[in-house]
């Protein structure tokens, strides 16, 4: 097994170096998600401005997959229209639950594409969307009904 | 192997490997397995493997039900297996249950006691409501935490708990108070499995019993791993799981005190556990029956039966001592590694061989992938005991466990694992 393929560079960059990280005011929803397999935890806010994405921030501990991904996710959706986000998303997890077999798009997931390596090994696709699990039930806390629908994550 | 137990001949690492197919195989393009897991499960040997499929391709049938030949050798055969699970833990085999696993074990216990608010005066000592006090430890495995508070949810009861010191053993200066008049239950683990820690039972079964309250030994792991007598220890009840001592999945045994047994209501009704039905009313059969409805796991129970001849013919003390020089060499390999913090004793006094701990900068998660990508099999996470992990501090841990057939030098293996992830990571 080729420990690179999975922590991509980008990867361990991002988690030495997260963005949006620390709690922010104010904001419109917020989520806390914990990992049970391993009690990794997450708390992340969100802050609207109309119909975008005005900021994402968040806390909490976890493993380097989980944490990158927080991070990549911060640096897709703020500044972005809702609905960029949501397919970003939607993007995203699929990309995750594909098992390695899914060609993720750079023009959508930019950073996200580095964690195509993860999606092979099923014990951690869980650590990579845990960030996203809780953007997205931070935007339903938000108001945002569309971030119902879409991708279901388990 | 024969079958006498040589308890004082060393225990022969190659013998024991060559009867367990799965430890030669590669995994993660061609690395050796380095099975350091055998705290969540064990593997089995041909053995085992060979016990269940002679059953089933030559007995097979449903057991206490029927009179044909087939099902006298069923029920024969599984009875069997409950006089050696009995006699490996120095019990009478009417007093062994077998249930799913440990979990359900306890479970039959908590939900018996439930039942006997509205059974009759002959269950009047497994009581519990408001006022009433359930006392565990915080180093429970979630088996023996989550039943018990559901237990106090339904009933009223107050759930207390022993601590835990920093060294990780457990903190019985309060027992006095802790265990008391009020006390029902008294749940603890023989053996942590995240810490090793060994519990000695006898201070708190000599308090439980002084104010009349039933223990509950968790003994998952402690059995496979040690000699031990649970008559001796004088526990009430005490539970350990089938796939944890080379044994299939899906088989447990609860065992309780006869009397105890006869008294508590059941848990699980239906099949095989009544002694005469009516439209109107049941009554049940002794126990264990009593605790078995349905059609009981078959091939699972006589695949542990042959588990436990094999644990016999090596010696548990012998499985003890080689165990006890694998988490000696690991407790000092790891002890010498910069930034790596054992959780749990470091000495092998009172001490099982699970070995957790932390490493500074690299999350558990990420320090198990890299193990795993040189072949070293480790569990990663809170081991299903998340109370213990937040009392030590920590979000999760490492954990290398050892069995009878890992060899001192895999210890090397799970030592370049750590300094492999150290490296990867940056850290050093
Ligand atoms: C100490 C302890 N108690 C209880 C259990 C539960 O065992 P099982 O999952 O087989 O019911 C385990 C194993 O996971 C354990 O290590």
């Known amino acids: ?154 | 192997m024969t079958a006498t137990p040589l308890e004082a001949a060393p225990l022969d690492v190659a013998a024991v490997r060559a009867d367990f197919p799965i430890l030669t195989r590669t995994v993660r393009d061609g690395k050796p397995l380095v099975y350091f897991d055998s705290g969540a499960t064990s593997q089995r040997p041909r053995q085992v493997l060979a016990a269940e499929r002679a059953y089933v391709e030559t007995s097979n049938s449903a057991v206490h039900r029927g009179a044909h030949q087939l099902a006298e050798e069923a029920t024969d055969a599984f009875e069997d297996a409950r006089e050696r699970v009995a006699k490996f833990v120095g019990v009478d085999a009417g007093e062994v249950v077998f249930t799913k696993n440990a979990t359900e074990g306890i479970n039959l216990v908590a939900y018996s006691m439930s039942n006997a608010a509205t059974a009759g005066e002959e269950a009047k000592r497994f009581r519990v409501g408001e006022g009433d006090e359930i006392v565990i430890t915080e180093m429970e495995h979630h088996a023996n935490l989550v039943p018990w508070q559901q237990l106090c949810r339904r009933t009223g009861a107050t759930l207390r708990w022993f601590g835990v010191t920093d060294d990780g053993r457990l903190d019985l200066s309060d027992i006095d108070s802790l265990i008391n008049e009020r006390t029902k239950v008294v749940a603890f683990t023989h053996q942590s499995n995240v810490l090793g820690t060994v519990n000695d039972p006898a201070p708190l079964v000599e308090r439980a019993r002084k104010v009349g309250a039933l223990t509950v030994l968790d003994a998952c792991q402690s059995v496979p791993h040690a000699p031990v007598n649970l008559r001796e220890l004088g526990v009430d009840f005490a539970v350990f799981s089938g796939h944890k001592m080379l044994g299939p999945s899906g088989v447990g045994v609860l065992y309780g005190r006869r009397e105890l047994l006869e008294a508590m209501p059941p848990f699980l009704t239906g099949g095989s556990m009544i002694e005469l039905v009516t439209m109107e009313r049941s009554t049940f059969a002794p126990p264990p029956q009593k605790f078995e409805a349905g059609v009981p796991m078959t091939s699972q129970a006589i695949g542990l039966g042959a588990a436990i001849d094999y644990l016999r013919a090596v010696g548990m003390s012998a499985v003890a001592e080689h165990e006890k020089q694998l988490t000696e060499a690991a407790l000092t390999a790891l002890g010498e590694i910069d930034g790596v913090r054992i959780i749990g004793p470091t000495t092998t006094e009172s001490r099982g061989g699970a070995v957790s701990f932390v490493v500074d900068g690299v999350h558990p998660h990420d320090v198990g992938q890299v193990m795993d990508s040189m072949g070293v099999a480790v569990r990663v996470g809170h081991h299903c005991a998340w109370p213990l992990h937040r009392r030590l501090g920590i979000p999760a841990s490492v954990r290398a466990s050892f069995y009878l057939y890992n060899s001192v030098h895999e210890i090397d293996a799970l030592v370049a694992g750590v300094r492999e992830a150290q490296r990867f990571f940056g850290v050093v």
């Open chain 1, 1 to 154: 097994m080729d420990l690179e393929a999975m922590y991509q560079e980008i990867i361990l960059d991002h988690y030495k170096n997260p963005h949006g990280r620390g709690l922010r005011e104010p904001y419109d929803g917020e989520s806390y998600q914990i990992n049970p397999t391993c009690g990794d935890e997450l708390q992340l806010r969100v802050k609207l401005d109309g119909d975008r994405i005005a900021d994402v921030s968040h806390t909490g501990q976890g493993c380097s997959i989980s944490q990158a991904s927080v991070s990549v996710l911060t640096d897709l959706v703020v500044d972005r229209p809702v609905d960029d986000a949501l397919a970003k998303l939607d993007a995203f997890v699929e990309l995750m639950q594909g098992r390695g077999k899914v060609e993720p798009d750079e023009d959508v997931l930019e950073d996200g594409v580095a964690f195509a390596g993860v999606a092979k090994y099923p014990a951690r696709v869980k650590c990579a969307l845990l960030g996203w699990m809780a953007f997205k039930a931070a935007l339903v806390q938000a108001g945002v009904e569309k971030a119902r629908e879409g991708a279901e994550i388990s």
